[in-house]
Structure formats: C-alpha cells, structure tokens
C-alpha cells in the first residue's frame, strides 16, 4: 500500500464533503487526533481505518488509497468449503444458514473477487431457501394434499443444492446456485449497505432487548440512542464540552461513553482512558476503604480516634505541607469525642476545610456527633490516625486495598507521571481552561485521581458488594445523621427545613443518602478546580449512573439527565445546588 499522498488525498475528500476534522471524526470511530496525522502523513493508517473514512466520505477506498494488489492474497479452498458449507448450521438453529456465510463474506470479499462472488452467491440462495421455508409452511396450512408435498420436498432439494455445491467447489472453484433472488449483486454499488439492513433484520428477532435500551426504577425504559441524543443536545444547550456517563442496570454497567473534550480551547477529545480529578469522589472511595479497615481490626467506627495514638494529635511534627498539622486542636476541648464514623458521616463539628476559617485555624464547632456539617477534613484526621497505626501512607493503603484489587491502574490519591500523556483540564463557566493541579498530598476526602473506566470499575464492585462484607456496605449506607438543612453549602447551610422528610435525607459512611419508592438510594459528588461530577447508585434495584464533567458548570445538567436516564426525580437536587442551565 502507497501512503505517499494519502495525507493529500484525504485532506481533499474532506473538502469537497464540506467537512471539519471534527465532523468527520464525529461521522466515524477515528479520533481527531488520528484524522489530523495522517492529513500530516504522520502516520500509516490501517486498512480498516481507511474504509471508515471513505464510508463516512462516500467514496470508494481506491480514491482514498491505491492498493498495490488487490489480488494479493491467492484462492483458498478452506475458506471456499467453509462459505458453501457452514449453512448446513441452519438445520440446527434458523437464521444460521445465513448469518455464517455473511460473517465470511463480510470479512473475505476484500482478498480475492472468487471470495466475493461465490459469498453473494451462498447468501443470495440461502435468503431464498429461508423464503421458500416460510412460503412451504404457508402452503402446508392453507393447500390441501399439494401443501404437504412441497413442504416436505423443499428442505431436501436445497439441501442437495448444499451438497452438490460443497463437492463442486472442491473440484473446480466454481459454484451453481439455481433459483436465488438476486438480494446482493456482484456488480459494486450499495451492497454493504443492503447487507447490513439484511443482518440487522435478521439479528433483530435474536437481540436481547437490554442491549438496546436502559430500564429505569419504574421499569420503563429508554433506548441508549435517545439517551445519546438527550446527552448530546444538554451539553449543547448549556453550553458544557466535556461529560462522561456511566449507567448501571442489573448491578452492571450498560451504557459507558465519553463527549467532547478533555481540552476544550484546542479541541483535544476525551476518552474513557483520561485522567480526571475526582474531587470528593475520594471520600466513597475512602469510606470503603475505613471499612475494610474495620474488618481487619485495624479500628472501630465508635472509639474515639485519640485513643489510638500514643502522643496527642497536636504534638506530632508535621509531614506534609499542611494537612496533618492539628497543632490549632491544643486549645480544643471537644475533638476528643470525634471517632471514625462521626468523619464519614460529617458529623465532626470541623467546617469543610481550615481555611474556612477567619484564622485558618481548625476547631470543632458543636458536639461531634449532633449535627451534619460536610466537612473534608473529618476525613483528613481519620486519614492521619489511620497511617500512623498502619505505618503506610493513603496512598499505598488504597492501592492495596481497592485500585489494586479492582483493576483500576489509573487510579491515585497522587498525581503520577504516567499521567501526563492523557488528562483532562477543568474549565470555568466561559470554557476558559483551568491549570492542573499536580502537586497534591495525597488526602482522602479530595486529592483522587481517576478515569470514567476506572470509577466506573469501583462503582460495579460496589454494587456487587466486592472488597468488603454485605454487612459492612450495610453500615456504609445506613443514614448515621438526618439532614434537614435547606442545602449542602452556601447560605442554605444553616436553614432547617421539612423539604427532604419523604425522603429521610441523610449520611452514611462517605455517602449521602434518601429513600425512594424503589429502595434507599446513595449518592457521592464531586466538585473542584473546574471539575463537576455526581453519582447515585439504587443498590436494592441494581441501577445507578456515574456523570462527570470537567465544566464548572456541569451540574446544570446534572437533574435533568437522572430524570431522562433513570427516573430519578427523587435525587434531592436543590439541596445539592444542582440549577439547570434554563433556570439560571
């Protein structure tokens, strides 16, 4: 194959159709990336690459590339034998005696024309064999005596047809098929298209439905086409470029894709492999991991944490820039009470982080274990307890205990070099993007960082309740503290309202949690440095969906998209600050 001028001819093509790179990429399954290095002759594409450009450009391959020869690989009687007699399957299991050839066909055409004209011939005449079936099986009901006979008499003469065909192509090449009806035609023009709708039909009858469609918690359900479609017109209308979306039916995921970009000034695509900051996903992670913690012993949810240490917490010397530096708690009286479960669940009295404060100094601010307050740094403290009884930093704790154990390789609680090839930028609310953040300690309630695969991994685990005990998910997601403020944060903070009683709002262990028709629900968000992200998982019914975005404005989608996807208008969206985009 001569590349030399594929870059060109490309290029070209393009042109003439009127199309961008990035509507060409959108048209095919070949990133913009890879479209923009062979225009560069960067790169040598790979045939199959070439035949979706020019699918999607509407030409043939030879105008895109001239193959050296098309008659390159020579006539093989294997592949001649399995085409004629791979249909005799069809006596076994209906539709066989089609889909096998056509899978050869589809797959051999390109490598010799004997291939392609004795496939369509096989196919054409095995089409009509399943037509002259039904019409036999007609006649056995509506013609008297007459009707038997033919029936009786066309599955023995088409299997004879079989037979002669499978000796006569051994012998000689050649193949005779008397009768067919010329579905396919050896003459190029729209043949592939012709046989994909003749598959698609014919696969149809054999599809499993939940292939196609999301069952949502009334039982309802959407194809994932239109929820394709509903995503796509969401972040176009509010105005977001980067989403990935992850949905669960069955305790499994059913639908993962990502849209747009993962820098969105140079237009650069997101994929499922990118690494994206995970904000305060990290505290569901990290509540997972207190708790297997638990089950070895390590510690209790109900002691209280300075009981562990031999020294108080304020007289360590600090190891880190800031994070475990509790010298401020000398003066406290009350963080004495505060155990491991009063941090998962926000009940600590410590506002969300230190520099909250008007001193930047932290202290407790009501009885640990009275009221909710989100604070990440109840998980910081637990976090520091934890390494000095274990000897081992977070990070090392976490990839043992969960990134390890579930396969998630792109997963940290620290920036890794090997992230550098491939991560996402936040973006402001004008699409502006934010500079990354790298230099990160490692802290359990907002230093994860991820990918849409690898969270989608831990979620499933969770599901199916892997990594911990069943009875250890149950303390995980039991509401510990009933929340009856009007919102999370903001000025809604410290208002008491009856809004969220149906749904008995309230925390567990690293995860919020309310009640629906379907069984309680938990949910975890996260939000920082431009990125944007929620999940909720129905653990009695097997659903949820992972949504995350690296636009500071992402969450304008967030109430709709549950809605559409799941039939979630339980997901108490208000108190989350979650605005749609039209009610701004």
Known sequence: MNNSSIGERLKYQRKIKGYSQEELADRTNVTVRTIQRIEKEEVSPHLNTIKLLAIALDIEVDELVALDDPKEETVKKKWLLLMHATPLAGLILPLLNVLIPLFLWIHKREDNPVYNEHGIKVINFQITVLILAILSFVSLLTIEKWGFFIFISVVPICIGIMLFNIVYVVQKNKCYYPFSIPFLRLKKSRTFVLMALIGMTLLGSCAVQKQETIERLDGSVVTKDSVTAKIHQLMDDAKIYGTAISVFNDNQPVYQKVFGYKDYPNRIPLT?????????????????????????????????????????????????????????????????????????????????????????????????????GYSGEGFIYLQVVLEKLTGKGLEQLAQENIFEPLGMKNSAYEWKT???????????????????????????????????????????????????????????????????????????????????????????????????????????????????????????????????????????????????????????????????????
Request: with cysteine.
């Open 272 to 372: 499922d492999s990118t690494n994206i900051y995970g904000a305060s996903f990290s505290k569901a992670v990290f509540g997972v991991l207190v708790m297997k913690l638990v089950e070895q012993g390590i510690i209790d949810l109900d002691t209280p944490l300075e009981s562990y240490l031999p020294q108080k917490i304020y007289d360590y010397e600090p190891q880190t820039s800031w994070h475990d530096d509790f010298s401020s708690l000398k003066e406290d009286s009350l963080y004495t009470k505060i155990t491991a479960r009063m941090c998962l669940a926000h009940t600590t009295g410590f506002k969300n982080y230190r520099w909250f404060e008007e001193d930047y100094k932290l202290r407790t601010h009501w009885e640990p274990g009275t009221k909710f």
């Open 418 to 584: 090997r992230f550098d090839k491939d991560f996402a930028l936040g973006h402001d609310e004008d699409a502006k993007a934010l500079k990354k953040d790298k230099d990160n300690e490692p802290r359990g309630g907002g230093t994860l960082e991820t990918t849409s695969k690898d969270y989608t991994k831990f979620l499933t685990a969770v599901l199916n309740q892997e990594l911990i005990s069943k009875e250890s998910y149950e303390e995980i997601f039991t509401p510990h503290i009933r929340i009856r403020t009007e919102k999370q944060f903001y000025e809604g903070e410290g208002k008491i309202t009856d809004k969220y009683d149906d749904i008995n709002l309230g925390y567990g262990l690293g995860w919020g949690y309310f009640e629906t028709p379907y069984g309680k629900a938990v949910f975890k968000e996260g939000h920082g440095s431009g990125f944007v992200h929620h999940s909720v998982l129905f653990p009695e019914t097997g659903k949820g969906i992972m949504i995350m975005t690296n636009f500071e404005n992402g969450n304008s989608i967030f109430k709709e998209l549950l809605e559409v996807v799941l039939m979630d208008t339980y997901t108490p969206w208000e108190w989350e600050n979650y605005i749609p985009y039209d009610k701004k």
